[in-house]
């Protein structure tokens, strides 16, 4: 079975910092890969998604994450951190059409921006 | 616009006192889901319903029930919670089943057991 690991759970930046957050993934063969976060009191938003093709794929907020298939990563990357990105941010991977297809997330990690 | 709401955002409830929570979409998602959030953990999916096909994750207690009475409403009911149930609860709606589909994720309901 497919597993995700964020191995930080709490990673703290100043504003305008560069950020990267860790995600590394078990599976056999190249899974589709998604990176959500949650700010406080809402639901899980979608910020990007790999499938397939180019291995930096950018997203919404002004973020992006590149897939490194010799290192099973999928790091999500901004260059310069806002205040309104103080969420939590999940990577999660789905296997592709064959395996069980649902979404299985990493344990998150927190975001805290300092001014 | 809200697209995925869920009722209530706060929940609290007796040990073993049944409870229902409520998540509705206007998306018209053929695929809804259910998903627990405990403090510090992953999502995990509890089921899924694609239409009105209901589908059971292998490891979801049997005290863990849902209803999709429509389309756009979806129940989650735990019939006895226990303190082990405390948890955030997601629901979420895609418009297939499928890896490749984006979910859509509505706040979340803190489930509170006493």
Redesign the interface.
């Given at each position: 079975a497919q597993s995700?690991t964020q191995p930080d759970?709490h990673i703290t930046v100043s504003e305008g910092a560069s950020l990267e957050l860790r995600c590394n993934y078990s599976y056999g063969a190249t899974?589709?890969l998604f990176w959500?976060v949650q700010s406080p009191?809402?639901?899980?938003?979608?910020l990007l998604?790999y499938?397939s093709g180019d291995t930096l794929v950018q997203g919404i907020k002004g973020f992006e994450a590149e897939f490194k298939r010799s290192q099973s990563s999928f790091n999500l990357r901004k260059p310069s951190v806002h205040w309104s990105d103080a969420a939590e941010y999940?990577c999660a991977v789905?296997?592709?059409?064959g395996?069980s297809?649902?979404?299985?997330?990493?344990?998150?990690t927190k975001l805290t921006v300092n001014p | 616009d809200a697209m995925v709401i869920q009722n209530p955002r706060y929940q609290v409830t007796q040990f073993g006192k049944p409870v229902t929570l409520s998540c509705s979409q206007t998306l018209n998602h053929n695929v809804m889901y259910w998903y627990q959030q405990k403090s510090s953990q992953a999502p995990k999916l509890l089921f899924h319903y694609y239409d009105k096909d209901f589908n059971n994750e292998a490891d979801t207690p049997d005290n863990f029930q849902s209803r999709r009475p429509n389309t756009s409403f979806c129940f989650l009911d735990i019939r006895s919670p226990g303190l082990g149930d405390a948890a955030m609860y997601l629901c979420a709606t895609s418009r297939e089943w499928g890896g490749t589909d984006t979910q859509y994720f509505g706040p979340g309901t803190r489930l509170t057991v006493l």
């Open positions: 995700v759970i899974p589709y959500y009191g809402q639901g899980l938003q979608l998604k499938f999940f789905a296997t592709p059409q395996g297809e649902k979404l299985v997330f990493g344990k998150g | -």
